[in-house]
């Protein structure tokens, strides 16, 4: 039988690997301090990912609930309003009767009517537009 050779290492292979320094312990301790603070730094911006997603999650669902509550006092709004013109409509038919041909007096009557349901619809609208910016 043939006596074995070793085999020798090609060039290549010592190349790939990582050239083993030599570390003083203080060095090795400071690289891990390093480690240790990027794997905290990791763990903060995690962190502060989830609160945000959190916080955004909250901010919508508060919007969403504000919008129901403002969608709500609008109804309500518009309830009164359409109160106020039926009631309007309704004193301008009593009025021409009963004014026969003294119309300043039954258009007088109407503007002050329709002079309070204007400024009730303004500060309906003044309200929303106030809860909205």
Known sequence: MAKK???KRSGSARAARRP???MSPEARAAYGELRQGVAHLERSIAQIQRGLRKAERKIEADA???A???RREAQVQLGALRV???RAA???KELSAAAGDSWRD???SADEILGSA???ANEVVERFRSALR
Do not use: G
């Open 5 to 7: 050779t070793p085999r």
């Open 20 to 22: 083993t320094a030599v």
């Open 64 to 66: 969403r609930a504000r």
């Open 68 to 70: 129901r509550e403002l």
């Open 84 to 86: 106020k013109r039926r």
């Open 90 to 92: 309704r004193s301008l």
């Open 106 to 108: 039954v258009k007088q």
């Open 118 to 120: 204007r400024a009730t």
